[in-house]
């Protein structure tokens, strides 16, 4: 069925992530990923001064239901991408996008030096846009990764130097 007129043209904003978004997390992560975190975890992640993020939600409703967040961890220069996420229904419209672009941003304005990431490598989605944001592949660990048919893949280290 064609997306409604009014539904198409949202837009969304990206806003810093806060502590008491940390159901919300817990419900997008679940969605996607086959060992989510939970709600504690999320919570005492974000109460780390280290680890920072921010939610897409519908431009001009602040309080809205985020529909992907990104969170990452800055520790002596290098930082890494914990986990990135967008709500099947609002993929390919840029916000998996403007979400690491906000976290490359704050890393620039912290003069970090590098961004390391890890993605399955079946996750043609994800690691095409990390391409496209710069990363380049940095390493593998083979067999690190176990799906729900018990098939194993490897996990690719990903990096962007940001000097
Ligand atoms: C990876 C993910 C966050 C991308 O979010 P998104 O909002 O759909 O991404 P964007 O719309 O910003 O895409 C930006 C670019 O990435 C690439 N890309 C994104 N999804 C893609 C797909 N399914 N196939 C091919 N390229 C894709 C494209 O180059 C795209 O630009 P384009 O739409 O102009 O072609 C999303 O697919 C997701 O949440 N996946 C499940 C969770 C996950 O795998 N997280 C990463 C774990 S390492």
Request: avoid cysteine.
């Amino acid at each position: 069925m064609p997306l409604l007129p009014s539904f198409r043209r949202k837009r969304f904003t990206v806003r810093p992530l806060e502590s008491d978004d940390s159901e919300t997390l817990a419900t997008l992560h679940e969605e996607d990923f086959a060992r989510p975190w939970t709600e504690d975890e999320f919570e005492s992640l974000l109460l780390q001064e280290n680890v920072f993020g921010f939610a897409a939600v519908e431009e001009g409703m602040s309080r809205a239901r985020p529909v992907g967040f990104v969170l990452a961890r800055l520790a002596a220069g290098e930082a890494e991408i914990l986990t990135v996420t967008v709500t099947r229904a609002f993929r390919r419209r840029g916000i998996g996008h403007a979400l690491m672009d906000a976290v490359l941003r704050t890393l620039h304005g912290e003069r970090a030096e590098v961004l390391f990431l890890e993605v399955d490598e079946k996750n043609q989605a994800a690691i095409a846009l990390y391409r496209r944001l710069g990363f380049r592949e940095a390493g593998r660990r083979p067999d690190y990764y176990r799906d729900s048919a018990a098939q194993r893949s490897s996990a690719i280290t990903m990096r962007r130097d940001l000097r």
